[in-house]
């Protein structure tokens, strides 16, 4: 969710607060007056929501990736089978098996170090325990470096193509993609 | 130690090359070509700050004693330039401003500082016409940009950027409005680069953070530091500015063309260092940017003058746990003697510095760990970087600069921190295993200050590197090498006018059984630019075997058979 929706919802908010009617003391209860709880309440579903479909939009962003991952290692497999030079694939494979690692490229990184410098971590506890990078979503520490280390070999192939080797780190990183809905939140 | 007289040695050397380019592999015994001198066989470092006495004592300013604002506590450069080349290396500092509140009380004037060749210099400052602009200065990289034989200076600035170009009679011109690379904003690094390598220089400028003036003037410590003081905020928290590619059209002018060589800094990441080194060995230069808190960047060349970050995948980005780290200076060289380029990134305190061994295929394992950078550097907050035989014995050691940018750390003891503190000399044991040296490296590495900049070069040509330092608020210190050391050869590379650029060229040296590997690049350590000629320490070693260069547009000059002990030039094409 854009920040300017949150600030319009502020505003919202404000509206309501300064149209809340004076009342006479004796005629006052102790509670939080209702309309604002109700509307706590509905910001707070917008809250939540917005963490969900922050979660959903970096799933889409690491499954996205995964599938330009996929097809750069059909199309690195098919030419090392046909004897031709597949580096601009198995580089391309790298990168794409990287950025799953760092949930998307720099400009990813970029909106990312945003939402932390503003006090937003998807997983604050997670991120406390060692389990999480900063502001990452759903890709842990761990999982994290196993891609990137995984990257580096298949970026090594680049210069010296080893299919089997291949095949092998490929089968790893989808084990590990696998692996990252296990602990879906 | 009586200082070589670089001129009669760069005469001498000038023979070598006649020989060497006339004749193809053979060259002449190389006795007669050095002068003699005494190798000392003992070990052990030895560094005095002779700053004061030598004539290098202009302040350099630093914004608000409390450090409100990143930009108090950023610092500035130094480098070595031989503007006048009279074969002694001059010294120029970046200056900052001096703040109070948000008044400024002074402008601070960068230094050019002329090599009298007696171990004294003399400020030239205003007859040369490079104090700065009245600019608040930020980083330095030389060059000679346009081809004329005359080194150049591109100043960084917190505004816009100043380049010096050298008029060869002992006075500088700002060209920089006329030529294009000005940029307003807060710049950091810079490299020079032949990125396309058609023989031009290009150029690329890092930026910090996107913040005008009143930002700073107004800027007010706001950021919880351990729940225990208020500090200047950021970088975190506060948006960044976005790096700048310069090609030039061959015309002296440069046009922006960042998108178009894929070079966006998509991280908007808060630059400082800028490297530029051939790191994958393929023959083109590559660029690394150390990013303050961010990955940092690893811009591979494609050969055709675009780039592709490759930082993730070669292991350059980020530690070996996959974290992004502070990058604030960069160090480049074979730290492992195999032949290949190593790097070494300086980063906060309460985390390490980076050492990353080269397997000379642009891939890049984090070593900080094994070889000792790690534990070394924990503790401090570091900035400027070389890797340089420090003691001649044929290995590079590793200097880290130091100095944290709170001062209002002194005010806890308990965090073990402090706001001034040691730099440090890690010495090279062979192989990549360094051991902290700083104790026994004599009186200049016990002084204590917050320390930013660091040039390497040797000043008084008498044969090792001496170390150029600026700090915080303080005189620059100049550390001059008394360490007992071996053997030696400095080479000058040169390419004669019209006809590209040394920088970029890679020389190779064999002897006794080992390989060591120089670049010579426009900028380096943290923001500064060492000296261009290419000190290497040969320890016991009186000869070298084989030595080649490796020109930027690929042409190689090899020589066998040469003495060690003298400055050695040579010229491409002679």
Redesign the interface.
Known sequence: MKWRCWSGLGVAGLILVSSVPATPAAEMGTETPRQLVETYDSLADSILAAKKTEWNLVHTILATTYSHAEVAKREATAKLEAGQDAEAEL?NL??F???I??EG???V??IR?RL??GGHHHHAGGEQQGIY?PGFVIVT?DA??AF?DA??K???MA?SPDPAALETEWAAVQRQFEALHDGAS | MRPVDPRVAAGIGLVFLAIACGGGAEAPSGGEISPTRTVVAATGFRFVDVASEAGIDRVVHAGRPGKDHLLDSAGTGAAWIDYDRDGWIDAYIVNGWKLEGSRVLERGKNALYRNRGDGTFEDVTDRAGVGGEGHWGGGVAVADYDGDGWPDILVTNFGPNVLYRNRGDGTFENVAPRIGVEVPGWNTGAAFLDADTDGDLDLYIAGYIDHSLEDVLKAERTLDWKGVERVAPGP???P?AVDHFFVATGDGVFVEATREAGLQD????FGFTVRAADLDNDGDPDIYVANDS??NYFYRNEGDGTFR??G????LA?DA???AQAGMGVAVGDADGDGTLDICVTNFSEDFSTLYRGDG?G?FDDISDSSGVGGATYRSLSWGTVLADLDNDGDQDLVVINGHIYPQVDAHPEFELAYAQPNLLLENTGSARFVDATDRAGPGFGQVRSSRGLAAGDYDNDGDLDLLITHLDEPPSLLRNDSARGSWLTVICEVPPGEGTAIGSRVTLFFGGRVAVRDLASSGAFLSAHDPRLHFGLGQTERVDRLEVRWPDGSRTTLENVAANGFLTVRKGS
């Open positions: 580089e790298a990168t098996v990287a950025q690692g760092t490229d720099a400009a990184a970029a170090k932390v410098e990078d520490r994290k470096k990137l990257s580096k298949i970026a090594r210069k | 975190f928290g506060l960044g998509l991280g908007q990441g961010d990955a970050d490759v993730l995948w070669s292991g980020l746990g996959g974290a295929q891939f």
